[in-house]
């Protein structure tokens, strides 16, 4: 007998810590009847007595999860977009996508970029020492 009221103890105590530590953690607006001061002052005098009533009366339940979402994924969101926002998105999307194409053409060009050369240069003719030099030589 003497063990079965041990053990009886130590659930109530485990139950008593759990109700206090639940109490304490809940935010204000999930307390129901009385306030959140109210609530702890009932689960620490009345151990058993108050948790039990804390879980059956005062705790209450969240109306609906904070579901956080991606813009994109929230059919809310979207619904509020306008149909002239997402064209223009997607033609600025358009327009991204040709620049990156032609800048990946550029790259992919195995050819070396040709060297710019001047009207009056031929580059073939003439010594190279003389080349660029104006006016007699003597």
């Given at each position: 007998?003497?063990r079965?009221?041990l053990?009886l103890?130590?659930?109530?105590?485990?139950?008593?810590?759990?109700?206090?530590?639940?109490?304490?953690?809940?935010?204000?607006?999930?307390?129901?009847?009385?306030?959140k001061?109210?609530?702890?002052?009932?689960?620490?005098?009345?151990?058993?007595?108050?948790?039990?009533?804390?879980?059956?009366?005062?705790?209450?339940?969240?109306?609906?999860?904070?579901?956080?979402?991606?813009?994109?994924?929230?059919p809310?969101?979207?619904?509020r977009?306008?149909?002239?926002?997402?064209?223009?998105?997607?033609?600025?999307?358009?327009r991204?996508?040709?620049?990156?194409?032609?800048?990946?053409?550029?790259?992919d060009d195995?050819r070396?970029?040709?060297?710019?050369?001047e009207?009056?240069?031929d580059?073939?003719?003439?010594?190279?020492?003389?080349?660029?030099q104006?006016?007699?030589?003597g």
């Amino acid at each position: 007998m003497a063990r079965l009221l041990l053990i009886l103890a130590l659930v109530a105590t485990v139950f008593w810590v759990y109700t206090i530590v639940d109490c304490a953690v809940q935010p204000p607006n999930r307390h129901r009847g009385v306030s959140k001061p109210a609530w702890m002052a009932i689960v620490i005098l009345l151990p058993v007595l108050g948790g039990i009533l804390w879980f059956l009366i005062g705790r209450g339940r969240a109306d609906k999860p904070v579901l956080l979402r991606a813009p994109d994924d929230d059919p809310e969101f979207l619904g509020r977009m306008s149909a002239s926002a997402r064209a223009d998105q997607d033609e600025r999307i358009r327009r991204l996508e040709e620049e990156l194409a032609q800048l990946d053409s550029e790259a992919d060009d195995p050819r070396p970029p040709k060297p710019k050369t001047e009207p009056g240069d031929d580059p073939g003719k003439g010594d190279d020492d003389t080349r660029g030099q104006r006016g007699a030589v003597g």
